[in-house]
């Protein structure tokens, strides 16, 4: 997991070989996103706002998810 600047994110991991993604919040969950490009955590970790960039590519998109934390 890697700190990120955010006002709604902590931190942000991701398994290549799985392409899961795993995002920490400010309010104390963790989640796994599954099946996300490598891209789109590229995406994701270069975004100006990774609020808004998780907002539009990952909450909005097609990803399954669970909360694990």
Known sequence: MVPVSSSNLTSV????ASSTLRIAFLNGGIYEYFGVPSSVHAGLMSA?????????????GPYRYRKVG
């Open 48 to 60: 100006s706002s990774h609020g808004s960039y998780f907002d539009t590519h990952i909450k909005k």
């Open 13 to 16: 991991g991701y398994d290549a």
